[in-house]
């Protein structure tokens, strides 16, 4: 099913994730590890143009993300979700389902979170910030998992801590 461009897109939040929800039941996709409604992220499908101008954008389809929930009381973190897309007359248009079911576990060695630190001051560890930033002040900390799921050669879910706090940017503004 194509996006109907001339329909403007006229559901609700809650409309959108019920429909998109209902969806994945009716194919046997729905999974309860799945978060809540509440935790959800989209996008957008949509025509900008111009009229005397001024900018008119007309969305003419939404994608509902539903990410993965938790592995032993965690959180996952990475590329595990199910993305639904519906059209502005509430047609299903697409799923794309991304989440591995993990049969085999294998406990490991956690390195120490003094370890972790000394990781990201050498400069070895993903560090996701908006702008290139000259200092980072941690608030939290939490063990979490992570996982690729798009890449076929990945095939682990392993163990990561996730800080959280505020990047200092090269301008002197601050940023989450």
Excluded: C
């Amino acid at each position: 099913i194509s996006y109907k461009r001339n329909i403007e897109f006229k559901f609700t939040r809650d409309e959108t994730i019920k429909m998109a929800r209902d969806y994945l039941v009716k194919y046997g996709l729905w999974n309860d590890d799945l978060l809540d409604e509440k935790n959800v992220s989209f996008n957008e499908a949509a025509t900008i143009s111009f009229q005397n101008e001024k900018e008119k954008r007309t969305v003419f389809g939404k994608g509902v993300n539903f990410f993965a929930q938790k592995v032993d009381g965690r959180g996952i973190a990475g590329n595990s979700r199910v993305s639904v897309e519906i059209t502005s007359l509430g047609e299903l248009r697409e799923i794309y389902y991304n989440i591995r079911e993990y049969e085999d576990r294998q406990e490991v060695e956690l390195i120490s979170l003094d370890e972790a630190i000394r990781d990201i001051r050498d400069n070895d560890a993903f560090i996701e910030v908006e702008s290139v930033s000259d200092k980072l002040i941690f608030r939290n900390v939490h063990l979490s998992y992570w996982t690729q799921n798009r890449n076929e050669e990945n095939l682990i879910m392993q163990p990561v801590y996730v800080f959280s706090g505020i990047s200092i940017t090269s301008d002197g503004s601050e940023e989450p």
